[in-house]
């Protein structure tokens, strides 16, 4: 199999996925936007899923890169405000996709399901890891770090899926409406942590 060709494809039913949405596009649009046949496509991607799994895990390639390359030799705020920073410029890049709600929070897909609460472990794994640096720095007071990061993750994760569900149109939204998102989120981050220290 060729992997020149199985990214090339990738790459384009991103590009679809993000102006169209997963729900409205076909494996008869991304063949024609190549122009493929429909068999090449099917050669490289047995059916849609395989193909939306493709996309997400390029996705969670970024999301792991981006997230590494934060330094923890630096306060507990800065280091969650990178993270929502980081969150908020692949939020903007891949927007349109998260719109099929079910996709990122009750994926029917098993694979798919599996491999997010794989990212959500290691979300999860990263955010103990400098929570518990910050208790052993004297920076917040010590607690139970396990449930802290569990109720921090649903909190920023609840922000999310609020602005999700108030969002009228599958449009990109505007400059303000991240910036509130942001702001919102880095709020609660600096409110959640100054509870925490001492």
Do not use: W
Not at 149 to 156: E, I, K
């Amino acid at each position: 199999m060729n992997k020149e060709k199985s990214q090339e494809i990738v790459l384009a039913a991103t590009k679809r996925f993000m102006r169209y949405g997963i729900a409205k596009t076909t494996m008869e649009d991304i063949a024609e936007d190549l122009a493929l046949t429909k068999p090449t496509l099917y050669y490289y991607f047995n059916n849609k899923n395989h193909l939306v799994r493709a996309v997400l895990e390029q996705i969670f390639t970024e999301y792991f890169h981006l997230l590494h390359t934060i330094s923890q030799n630096q306060s507990l705020e800065r280091i969650l405000d990178e993270v929502i920073q980081m969150q908020g410029k692949l939020f903007r890049r891949y927007e349109l996709l998260g719109y099929t709600i079910d996709l990122f929070f009750k994926p029917k897909d098993k694979i798919l399901q599996g491999r997010f609460e794989e990212v959500k472990s290691i979300h999860m794994d990263f955010l103990n890891r400098v929570f518990q640096a910050a208790e052993r720095s004297m920076e917040i007071k010590k607690t139970n770090i396990n449930k802290v990061v569990r109720l921090y993750f649903s909190c920023m994760q609840g922000i999310l899926l609020n602005y999700l569900f108030h969002k009228q149109a599958l449009t990109p939204a505007s400059h303000q409406e991240h910036l509130l998102l942001y702001k919102n989120a880095r709020a609660f981050s600096s409110i959640f942590i100054k509870g925490l220290m001492r």
